[in-house]
């Protein structure tokens, strides 16, 4: 039996959703990829979203919005993808790393605390795995008198605003829960991810969801379409409808629209979108049922009192191993067919970052990483091969750690 980590989740809908695209004479920014931007504000109570073409761009986009830039920091967490990183550094902004909670992957509130200079912009909060992160707390945060007060502003719309900025990184948690609100109907600007391998895919893509109360939303929405489509007053479809070629480029914007193609994929995946996510939590409950018999399985929650994971992975940690014990089973994995992953490699052990971060710095998330091991989970998956996933597992287990430990006796 062979399992891949996490192929793509294409029905005969979206094969159809997509031919008809094709068909349509129109296969680049326009009328689907609208009907998507309304699809998620509908789904998540997002008061706009504008579609880009990977979540990497909509954090970059977020923040140079924002006219965050040289000499201003970022505080992000040091277990994240890289992407989160690179938005802050494709600014010329200072990312700043924090640790991690002990009890889950996500983003310390303390560290962010504690990390807050006149120089800090803005957060991203990234929710690792589909966990919201504590935006209460971090709005509270954020709000403080003594902190508002140290904001230093540096152009009109960190004046209006007064505050630091929060983007959530929610490139993991599309129909994720907290306190009862769809994440991406949170303030300020929420950015998902619709990469191949993501809960809701659009091959590659991604939206930026934006709640603002000082701005005005739907102004917001039209500077972010200038942004990603080169600061250009007109879209592609509307230079074509009859005698509309004239155009003006009024700010230097970058290129990063999602194409019709992309977005008719999601479009038809956001239809049956509940039935995915009720599928992914199926899988994540049955992984807890069978693991719970192993001492050594260190499980993940998928609910708490005021949140609600996507589900996007199935983050299992091995008690009381090494990174180099974790690094074997996940060979003897491999070896019997069954895909495993790592999330994530934390940014300081990164070649680009080792000069400025040490991960010794950040002890929660190098004591999550050492033991992390990512399992398939996605809609496909049968019953018989989320058995033989854990049984090829508890092998594997007993091989590195059980075997070798009776060998040392
Ligand atoms: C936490 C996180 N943020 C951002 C990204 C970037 O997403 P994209 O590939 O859509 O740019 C990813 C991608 O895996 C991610 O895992």
């Known amino acids: 039996m062979k399992i891949p980590f996490s192929p793509p989740y294409i029905t005969d809908g979206i094969i159809n959703e997509v031919v008809d695209t094709l ?9 689907k990829t609208k009907l998507l931007e309304e699809g998620i504000c509908e789904f998540t109570g997002a008061k706009r979203c504008h579609c880009v073409n990977s979540a990497t761009s909509g954090l970059l986009l977020a923040l140079k919005w924002y006219g965050i830039g040289v000499g201003d920091e970022v505080i992000i967490p040091a277990y994240t993808y890289s992407a989160t990183a690179l938005a802050v550094i494709h600014c010329g902004a200072k990312p700043v790393m924090v640790d991690i909670n002990e009890e889950d992957f996500n983003i310390s509130v303390n560290a962010i605390e504690k990390a807050i200079t006149s120089n800090t912009k803005a957060i991203i909060p990234v929710d690792i795995g589909g966990l919201p992160c504590d935006y209460d707390q971090i709005f509270e945060l954020v709000s403080k008198v003594e902190i508002k007060k140290s904001f230093t502003p540096s152009n009109e719309k960190q004046n209006k605003l ?14 994720a829960l907290y306190t009862n609100n769809k994440i991406g109907s949170l303030p300020d600007f929420s950015i998902f991810s619709f990469h191949a391998v993501k809960n ?4 590659e893509g991604g939206a930026i969801c934006m709640n ?18 080169n600061g ?28 019709d193609i992309c977005a008719s994929i999601g479009l038809a995946q956001l239809r049956i979108y509940e039935s995915i996510l009720l599928k992914r939590e199926f899988v994540f409950d049955l992984y807890i049922k069978l693991l719970s018999q192993y001492d050594w399985a260190i499980l993940p929650n998928r609910t708490y ?33 069954v895909g495993v992953n790592v999330h994530f490699i934390p940014l300081p052990i990164l070649t680009l970052f080792q000069s400025d971060y040490n991960i010794i710095d950040f002890p ?5 990483y050492k033991n992390e091991i990512s399992l398939p989970i996605y809609p496909q998956l049968s019953e018989n091969e989320i058995v033989h996933v854990v049984e090829v597992l508890a092998n594997a287990y007993k091989a590195i750690v059980d075997e070798k430990k009776l060998q040392i006796s």
């Open 232 to 259: 250009q007053t007109k879209s592609a479809l509307s230079k074509s409808e009859g005698g509309g070629w004239k155009y003006d480029i009024v700010l230097p914007g970058y290129k990063a629209n999602m194409p």
């Open 212 to 229: 603002f109360f000082d701005f005005d939303n739907d102004e917001v929405h039209q500077e972010l379409s200038l942004m990603s489509l």
């Open 200 to 203: 809701l895919t659009t091959g």
């Open 364 to 368: 929660y998330t190098y004591e999550k």
């Open 305 to 337: 009192e005021n949140k609600k994971s996507s589900c996007h992975l199935f983050q299992l940690r091995i008690r009381n191993i090494t990174e180099s014990q974790r690094d074997l089973i996940i060979k003897e994995i491999s070896d019997n067919n």
């Open 162 to 175: 007064g505050r630091i900025l929060v983007v959530s990184d929610a490139a993991h948690s599309f129909g």
């Open 23 to 31: 068909r349509s004479g129109w296969i680049t920014t326009g009328p």
